[in-house]
């Protein structure tokens, strides 16, 4: 028996690969987000406690869904490898464990709101090529029985080509799935023209100091940080918005006449709550929309009932939920519904074919991606994702500076050299930055020309670097004329705090 031990478990592991590339595949073509890898992940992602998932985005930054993935892949396996060592001895206790494990993934799909009416199809797919493998392994001669050739609990040379067959026809099926979603038709949407449109960037609003990071961030590396292991895709035809809950008039709003509504253009910075202190969580894009006052006045809200409970619940067609301050969306700051950023339409990453986009407040509580519902109602009535999970019901940027440059991962040089980075305050813009070196006296920064308020602001410093180690702090001073924090604190449960320094070798 225990010659056996190690061939049944990688019967297991076999089958269930196989029945979950095949479930991946069937998911494909019905429902992405039902794969059972992902649907656990998801169920995963909601059931994690906030302490870890913290950890998780501050150690991993925007690879965290990758590892969440492969995790649950690699916890699946070694089940399905103890199902498999249960083969030795009970066909119904292997097959029972291997029910259990697709009936938790077909359950988790079926809880997404948006898998759709098969659901519960690709579970059903992996628990029945599951079990059929295995049990085809079990029989084969040469793996857990013996073919009169190999010594047992050594495989014949014919188990290994039957087990090495599965292993490979799981990888083709599971690769074949992930094309197909990689290779669907991309989504399309187009812009309409803006009445009036921002002219170009002002001279020194990007400075072009090595080392900064642009003023506008490309699309491509503009930060993704989500709940969503598959990123919803909505066909811009099949959309729509509603606005409902305390409002004069529910409206629903389909996307022609959305884009039929005067649009505006507007730079804005947006950063995520999870950022640490000198973190890379944030970015500025060119976002065009239409003001959320507009439509919110379209449903006969027209002005602030000046009630501190009520919120925007706003739902993501993933079923994903905001609670934005309903003052936010109503004062002269420029909320938008966003459908382009930086001169296309929205990326499917960042919220097509719609999404809010809210200055002055992190992501987890203004910037719902693949918006389709507004509703106005009160805190305690309708709590959202993360506030039920103890963050911040407000979510106000604090002030922050960051150093970009020099890095603190490569030594430089002695001799002239520049200090520079972004600070923001969005709401309230930038006054200056000031940078102190070792324990000597804070120095004031060039600061580049603020383009608004609601955006970052790059800034530099000259420096005569001598040879050592040493240490620079940055810290911000905002419009309001308030001196950004020494306080340090974690992302939990408001955004974190503290002065931004870097320790650097000079050669």
């Known amino acids: 028996m225990k010659a056996r031990i190690l061939p049944a478990a990688a019967c297991g592991v076999v089958a269930a690969a196989l029945g979950t590339a095949t479930a991946h595949l069937v998911a494909a073509l019905v429902s992405p987000q039902a794969s059972p890898v992902l649907a656990v992940g998801s169920q995963v992602i909601d059931l994690t406690p906030t302490p870890v998932k913290e950890w998780a985005v501050s150690t991993f930054g925007t690879a965290d869904k990758p590892i969440l993935i492969g995790s649950v892949a690699v916890v699946t396996l070694l089940l399905a490898a103890v199902a498999g060592i249960l083969r030795l001895r009970s066909r119904a206790a292997a097959t029972t464990m291997i029910l259990a494990l697709t009936a938790l993934a077909g359950a988790a799909a079926v809880l997404r709101p ?10 059903l797919t992996a628990a029945v090529i599951a079990v059929i493998t295995l049990e085809l392994l079990a ?31 799981a990888a083709a099926l599971g690769a074949g799935g992930q094309a197909l979603i990689a290779r669907r038709a991309p989504l399309v949407l187009e812009l309409p023209t803006v009445p ?8 020194g609003v990007d400075l072009g100091k090595k080392g900064i990071p642009p003023f506008i961030t490309p699309n491509e590396q503009f930060y993704r940080i989500d709940t969503a292991l598959v990123v919803p895709r909505v066909e811009a035809g099949d959309w729509s918005l ?7 008039t529910k409206i629903t709003l389909d996307m022609d006449q959305l884009l039929d509504l005067p649009m505006v253009e507007r730079d804005i910075t ?22 959320t006052r507009e439509l919110f006045a379209r449903a ?8 501190p409970d009520l919120q925007v619940l706003s739902t993501s067609t993933d079923g994903m939920t905001i609670s934005t301050p309903l003052s936010a969306l109503l004062d002269d700051r420029d909320a938008l519904v966003a459908v382009g950023m930086n001169g296309s339409a929205l990326p499917q990453d960042h919220g097509f074919p719609a999404r809010l986009v809210t200055p002055g407040l992190y992501g987890f509580v203004g910037a719902t991606k693949w918006l389709t519902r507004m509703t106005v109602t009160t805190y305690d009535a309708q709590p959202a994702y993360w506030t039920d999970r103890d963050w911040a019901t407000h979510g106000t940027v604090k002030t922050q500076a960051r150093i970009d440059t020099p890095s603190p991962s490569a030594g430089i040089e002695a001799g002239r050299t520049v200090i520079g980075g972004v600070a923001w305050a969005q709401g309230r813009g930038i006054d200056r930055v000031e940078v102190r070196l070792d324990d000597g006296p804070w120095r004031r920064a060039t600061l580049g020309t603020e383009a608004n308020v609601d955006c970052w602001r790059q800034w530099f410093l000259p420096w005569e670097a001598t040879a050592g180690r040493h240490e620079i702090t940055v810290r911000a001073t905002d419009g309001d004329g308030s001196v950004q924090t020494t306080k340090t604190a974690s992302p939990f449960p408001s955004g974190a705090s503290g002065l931004h320094s870097i320790a650097v070798d000079v050669g």
């Open 114 to 123: 948006s898998t759709g009416s098969f659901a519960w199809l690709p579970a």
């Open 139 to 169: 029989a084969r001669p040469g793996l857990l029985r013996p073919d009169g050739h190999a010594r047992p609990g050594h495989p014949s040379r014919r188990g290994l080509i039957a087990l090495g067959g599965a292993g490979l026809g």
């Open 196 to 203: 009036e449109p921002l002219p170009a960037l002002a001279k």
């Open 242 to 248: 509603t606005i409902d809950g305390d409002v004069p």
């Open 270 to 291: 947006l950063n995520c709550v999870s950022n640490e202190v000198g973190g890379s969580l944030i970015g500025t894009a060119r976002w065009v929309g239409v003001p």
């Open 300 to 307: 006969g809200l027209e002005s602030d009932p000046g009630d």
